[in-house]
């Protein structure tokens, strides 16, 4: 199998630590890409031009981190990344909606300032706030205590703030988020698969 990916890509950096924590990663060629560039070598093999594509070994491509870790979870006898309750998928997919939310609001970062669209702008900062908010008090109350999908997912959206996202205090006023978030970072997988800063 070969992963397509880039480093600062929080979505793709899920795939790459799931494949070290299912002891995968060894089976894989991983090959960094560049994107938004029409001489991507990814493109001959997803014309979509995202990240991460796995390509299998029967040519096939998965695109889209939640269809490529349940297809991992298949070729392992290890614990799921994938939750196995109700309570675990629906806190991955609030863990999901909140990168989603982060990955929107770093975009319309991006343009100079009179082009950037402060609608935009605005709402996706409130929804960061409000979701970190609900975060936290799922920390504290326990959620997100086991490492699978859910915490995977987490932690990678704590860590594209840290290292992409820097202009948004996201720590402030949330003890235990902020806690959980060092013990994660502080785990092998994601030692290894740190993001470059971007400058934001």
């Not at 002891?23 to 991507?40: F, I, K, W």
Request: proline letters at 9%; a neutral charge.
């Amino acid at each position: 199998m070969q992963l397509f990916y880039v480093p600062g890509s929080p979505y793709a950096r899920m795939v790459r630590i799931a494949l070290i924590e299912t002891g995968l990663s060894g089976q894989v060629v991983h090959t960094e890409v560049t994107l938004r560039d029409p001489a991507s070598v990814l493109l001959p093999f997803n014309a979509v031009g995202r990240v991460p594509s796995l390509r299998l070994d029967d040519g096939g491509v998965l695109t889209e981190t939640l269809l490529i870790l349940p297809f991992l979870d298949s070729l392992h006898t290890g614990p799921r990344i994938m939750p196995a309750t109700p309570a675990g998928l629906a806190a991955m997919g609030r863990a999901i909606g909140f990168l989603d939310g982060i990955a929107v609001w770093n975009r319309a970062m991006r343009p100079p300032p009179p082009e950037r669209s402060q609608a935009v702008l605005a709402l996706e900062e409130t929804r960061a706030n409000r979701v970190a908010d609900a975060l936290e008090r799922d920390v504290a109350g326990g959620v997100f205590g086991n490492f699978d999908g859910a915490a995977l997912a987490l932690g990678c959206a704590l860590g594209y703030c840290e290292r992409r996202h820097t202009f948004w205090p996201w720590r402030d006023g949330r003890p235990s988020l902020s806690a959980w978030c060092d013990r994660i970072a502080a785990r092998a997988s994601f030692q290894a698969t740190v993001p470059p800063p971007s400058g934001l």
